[in-house]
């Protein structure tokens, strides 16, 4: 089974500040992407950060990075100079192949708050 | 561009009803997907297409029903809603089996009383 775990229900950090949202996943798959979806409250899901599998460099986009352990299967999103509007739910996501379609599997989130 | 369409945004059901979240896309996108989030977790796959007059279910399918008579339209038909289907419904869509990314739409909440 194709499954996605993040062992963190909430998170609380100043601004300014950097934070790492932990995620683990399990697969047989070798080729697959991983995802970082950001909900705030409007629900809107927006993708923060994409890797492949096959790529041994860690992703970046601006003031999110990531750490990506394939022999751990590990996938961390770091958020440096945290702003208050990144306040939101994080959701870890794993795209596997099904027939052609490749869907994306989910964890179960992380409530990030940036305080002031 | 509008992107993906969600109607309705917020619907109450009474238990036994019937109803269909409709959900357009305007980019011509052949994949598309229909997923609900239940309260304090991630997203489930209900159903998905690959193209027009294709779907088959995904994860949790039990009590809906879907069609895709044209690329832009995948409507999903809840059947003699229950409690259980109390949840927020989104749909997706994708370019094609080279793209990555899925476009959401902005969601219906949907509660079942």
């Known amino acids: 089974a194709q499954t996605v775990t993040q062992s963190q229900p909430e998170m609380s950090v100043q601004e300014a500040e950097t934070v790492t949202l932990s995620c683990t996943y399990d697969t047989s798959e070798s080729n697959y992407y991983l995802f970082w979806y950001k909900q705030p409250p409007s629900r809107q899901m927006i993708l923060v950060i994409r890797?492949?599998?096959?790529?041994?460099q860690n992703a970046t986009e601006n003031r999110f990075s990531v750490n990506f352990q394939k022999a751990a299967k590990s996938f961390s999103l770091k958020i440096s100079d945290s702003q208050l509007g990144d306040t939101a739910m994080y959701f870890c996501a794993f795209m596997i192949a099904i027939q052609g379609a490749q869907k994306l599997v989910f964890g179960q989130g992380t409530r990030l708050t940036i305080n002031p | 561009n509008a992107g993906v369409t969600q109607t309705p945004k917020f619907r109450i059901l009474k238990i036994g009803q019937s109803m269909t979240l409709q959900c357009t896309q305007d980019?011509?996108?052949?994949?598309m997907y229909w997923y609900r989030q239940d309260p304090g977790m991630g997203l489930k796959l209900i159903y998905y297409?690959?193209?027009?007059?294709?779907?088959d279910k995904g994860e949790v399918p039990n009590g809906y029903n879907v069609s895709r008579s044209t690329t832009e339209d995948f409507p999903l038909r809840l059947e003699l809603a229950a409690p259980s289907q109390t949840s927020v419904y989104f749909c997706a869509s994708r370019q094609g089996a080279n793209s990555y990314e899925q476009y959401f739409g902005p969601g219906t909440r949907l509660t079942v009383t």
């Open positions: 297409s690959v193209g027009a007059g294709i779907t």
């Open positions: 890797q492949e599998a096959y790529k041994q």
């Open positions: 980019m011509n996108h052949n994949y």
